[in-house]
């Protein structure tokens, strides 16, 4: 199975005679580019407010006081209200996109041993790091392999504050440029 860059999108050209300027499209990295064992730095950073905490608990109709209530979270035992969860795992994810796999995956197969062992609070800023731990190609899909990579984000203190395993379904280059 094969796929052409939608139309809509610029084709990197090599430049003419005419002086015109090579175009560069910006993408993740292909199954055969991933290496085991190393770990990509997503960067810049994302400092956490109050109105994505806000935002995101209330657009996943998430009621939970911890995260909307500050005079209640005052008087819990961190003493004011901590960062969505799911928000903290969905921009670590977020941050490695751009690096590893923008329009180079073919799916997310699945997340698991995703752990929260200290909490987010507005202001904060989440670095994230990921490892790709395993890979192998699909052996029911050609021109795809699967990658396992790990999620690691931390405050700006260097605290661990997620971890979470993730699997992807990864286009080979030869399979998707062709």
Known sequence: MTTSPEPSQPQPQAGDDAGEPRVVVQRGLYFDELEEGVVY???????????DNVLFTTLTMNTQALHLDAAWSAGQPFGQRLMNSMFTLSTMVGQSVNQL???????????????????????????????????????????????????TGRNQDGTVVARARRSCLIWTKEAHTQ
């Open 101 to 151: 796999t923008q329009g180079t995956i073919v799916a997310q197969l699945g997340l698991t041993d995703v752990a929260f062992p200290h909490p987010l609070f507005h202001g904060d800023t989440l670095y994230t790091e990921t490892t790709v731990v395993e890979k192998r190609l699909s052996a029911s899909r050609p021109g795809q392999g699967i990658v396992t990579f790990e999620h």
């Open 41 to 51: 730095a997503a960067r810049p950073g994302r400092t956490l407010t109050e109105a």
